[in-house]
């Protein structure tokens, strides 16, 4: 529920290891509600979140040790570089990286040369890059859940998300996604969760 709206009931699913589960539907369907409650940031009117065999606000920081989240904003702040979003973000999920690492993986997000610069000089595909490098840092967490992570990027750019997905899934990693742009997922081993009819 939002407000007194209902927005889904009767949900039941489950993610295998190297499994992508794509929860599709038009806006205001449920989508990203859904993906906050299923990393504990909204609680559900009625049901339970299990993983592995236990409920997830039972498990509590051991769950979020296993949790990579991120949501359909780019959530860097504007008066650090890339380089330093970076690092800041890793620090708040208790990660770290050396300088090399770290300048490596936006790099492979397509963002050399542009690791000094503030964010606020960054385009909004530029932003959304610095904060999907963090994926790269993230083969240790089992489940990842990203809220349209494919917004605002180029081709190059979805390329690059759809190829550390693959990753992760063959690792046995589990992702869970929304994402309007179907096309671009094909080939991955994928279930689709459709919300609002």
Not at 9 to 34: H, Y
Not at 48 to 71: K, N
Not at 98 to 122: C, H, I, K, T, Y
Not at 168 to 183: F, I
Request: charged share 25%.
């Amino acid at each position: 529920m939002r407000g007194r709206r209902r927005l889904f009931r009767d949900l039941s699913f489950e993610a295998q290891p190297g499994e992508l589960i794509w929860v599709a539907g038009p806006n205001g369907s449920g989508k990203t509600s859904l993906l906050r409650i299923l990393c504990t940031l909204l609680v559900p009117e009625a049901g339970t979140v299990l993983w592995r065999g236990q409920s997830t606000r039972d498990l509590g920081e051991s769950f979020c040790a296993e949790l990579v989240y991120l949501g359909h904003a780019a959530a860097v702040k504007d008066d650090l570089s890339a380089l330093e979003n970076l690092r800041f973000g890793l620090a708040l999920h208790g990660r770290r990286g050396d300088d090399n690492s770290l300048v490596a993986a936006l790099e492979r997000f397509g963002l050399q040369g542009s690791e000094e610069l503030p964010a606020r000089a960054l385009s909004q595909g530029q932003r959304r890059r610095v904060a999907l490098a963090r994926l790269v840092f993230a083969s240790t967490q089992t489940l990842w859940i990203l809220d349209e992570p494919l917004t605002a990027l180029d081709v190059g750019a979805v390329a690059l998300v759809r190829e550390c997905i693959a990753e992760h899934l063959e690792r046995g990693g589990v992702v869970v996604l929304t994402s309007h742009q179907d096309a671009e997922l094909g080939g991955l081993r994928t279930r689709r969760l459709q919300l609002g009819g």
